[in-house]
Every structure is written in C-alpha cells, then in structure tokens.
C-alpha cells in the first residue's frame, strides 16, 4: 500500500528560526515528490515538484530535497516568518494511467512573531 | 482567470438533500481530479477525467456520488442523499496531457457542511 507520513503533525517555532519539515514515502517507485502549502479553509499552493531523477529543488526560502533509496523527503525552510503559518502537505505521484497522488496529513506550521 | 476555479466556496445542506459543485479547470488542460479532505488529514483521490472520459473512480466514491465532464471542459460532482459523513473539503485539479515536469494545479475547494 501506498502511504505518505509527516512527522512532527503540528510545529511551533519563533520567527527567524530555520526549520526541516519530514515527509515519508513507502513505494519508493515514485514519478514526483511535491510539497504543497494551505492556508486555513482554502485550496493546495503548489510549492516545489521534485522529478524521480531529482534530489533537490529550491525557490526562494524553500528547499526541497528527496531520497528515494530511504523513501523521504525534507523541506527546510530559512529565516522563517510569521506568514509561513500554514498547513504543509507533502504528496508522492506515481505512474500508471493517471497519475495517482497520494497525499500526507500534513505539518501544520505556526511561526511566533 | 488563469486559475482552476470551483463554485460554490461553501455549502451547508440538510442531510438527505442532493448537491453539485462545478470545477472550471485551466482551459488547455486535459486532465480532471476530484479530491476530498477531511478536517485533520490531506486530500483523498476521488476519481479522474481525461478529456471527457472518466478513467479512475476510488473506492471512496460510493453510489451517491456521480462526477461528469460532458464536453471535457468543466466538471460537476453531484453527491445524492447527502450524509454528515460527507462534510468536507472537495478540491479539483487539472493538469496538462503529457510532459514530464507538470503538476496538478489545484482550486480553492468547496466546503461542504451536512447538517
């Protein structure tokens, strides 16, 4: 069976602390990893997509990183900002007639001012 | 608009009465999903469209759900007989035919309440 797990599920840091989000993956034949943020009641923002044949992926204060030998995949966040506070979700893909996505529960992430 | 969009944003409802959604996904995109999360946990897959073609439906998607894309544009989900187990956040995505680095964009969801 498929399954993501997150790790911690809720996180409380004060502002300007670098911090390392945990996902991991059981089915390491995995097309993508990708990290999505939401914000209370709304949709998925789309964060960084990490290819298979990938180990990292950066934008801005984010990066992204995957082993799939391990079946994990961390975001570190820099200088972390109250604005940050959302849930963070973590999501493999894998192949097949669709691409079927299966998501985590989720880190959800407040930054104290 | 160059987002997924989906209407209504909320929905509160009496159980056993029926409702639809609407998805508009990015015009050029081919491909259709229908998600639901619950509070605490991430989206769960509920089915998908290629085009017009409804290739993949979970187990999660009982007999009173029914999710169309007539003219492989936007989509309905129609939920009959609603239950309170069936309050939620239902979330589309689209995504292109093709290509190896595309992702699936998501809508904002609706929020389905059953009182």
């Known amino acids: 069976k498929q399954e993501v797990t997150q790790i911690p599920a809720a996180l409380s840091v004060p502002e300007g602390e670098n911090l390392v989000l945990n996902c991991s993956f059981t089915?390491?034949?995995?097309?993508?990893l990708q990290w999505f943020r939401q914000d209370p009641g709304k949709g998925l923002t789309s964060l960084l997509l990490?290819?298979?044949?990938?180990r990292e992926q950066t934008s801005g204060r984010l990066n992204a990183s995957l082993d799939k030998s391990s079946g994990r995949s961390t975001l570190y966040i820099a200088a972390s900002q109250p604005g940050d506070s959302a849930t963070y979700l973590c999501?493999?893909?894998?192949?097949?007639?669709?691409?079927?996505?299966?998501f985590g529960t989720g880190t959800k992430l407040q930054v104290i001012p | 608009d160059t987002g997924v969009s989906q209407n209504p944003r909320h929905k509160i409802t009496k159980r056993g009465q029926n409702v639809t959604f609407r998805c508009d996904p990015i015009?050029?995109?081919?491909?259709l999903y229908w998600y639901r999360q619950t509070l605490g946990q991430g989206p769960e897959f509920l089915t998908y469209?290629?085009?017009?073609?409804?290739?993949?439906k979970s187990r999660l998607l009982s007999d009173r759900f029914s999710a169309e894309r007539p003219k492989g544009s936007f989509s309905t989900l129609e939920i009959q007989r609603t239950e309170q187990g069936d309050s939620a956040m239902y979330l589309c995505?689209?995504?292109?035919?093709?290509?190896?680095?595309?992702?699936?964009?998501f809508g904002p969801g609706t929020r389905l309440t059953v009182l």
């Open positions: 999501a493999a893909t894998y192949s097949g007639g669709y691409q079927k996505v299966t």
């Open positions: 469209f290629q085009n017009e073609a409804q290739l993949e």
């Open positions: 990490i290819q298979s044949s990938q």
């Open positions: 089915d390491s034949a995995i097309y993508n």
């Open positions: 995505a689209s995504s292109p035919l093709g290509g190896s680095m595309h992702t699936q964009y």
């Open positions: 015009s050029e995109h081919n491909r």
